[in-house]
């Protein structure tokens, strides 16, 4: 048996925001690392620059925000909703990404190097200069 690693001080830090809209709130902070996001709401939000690195957002809309150059490495997003998003530049590296939705999205010059995508939808979504460009013509997602 092996031991058990710590968390560290940031995991330990980290908010919970479950269920919960979003869409009225001002979101000030630039630092949401390792938070928790089921079931929120973020509607048509300024989201650019943000850092959202480890989150969990199990079942969150983002629809229609702006995300641009948001830090998303090694987050946690199933059945996430990005759907008219602004991802231009974003950092996908290492995120699980199972039964997303990217319909319409922005994802001009984003990152997915080692992400694992699953059952997610890409449709009609801007791959131009993503490091999912390529990858897509070759797999199974739409």
Request: net charge positive.
């Amino acid at each position: 048996m092996g031991k058990k690693k710590r968390k560290t001080s940031k995991e330990r830090k980290s908010k919970r925001y479950d269920n919960r809209d979003l869409s009225w709130t001002t979101l000030n902070k630039d630092d949401y690392s390792y938070c928790e996001f089921p079931n929120v709401i973020f509607g048509k939000k300024d989201l650019s620059n943000k850092n959202f690195k480890k989150i969990n957002a199990f079942r969150a809309k983002f629809s229609q925000s702006n995300l641009r150059n948001c830090n998303f490495r090694a987050a946690s997003l199933k059945f996430t909703n990005f759907s008219f998003c602004d991802l231009s530049n974003a950092d996908f590296t290492g995120a699980n990404i199972f039964h997303t939705n990217f319909y319409k999205a922005n994802l001009t010059n984003t990152k997915f190097n080692s992400a694992k995508i699953r059952n997610t939808k890409f449709k009609d979504a801007i791959l131009t200069g993503s490091s999912l460009e390529k990858k897509l013509t070759q797999s199974k997602t739409e």
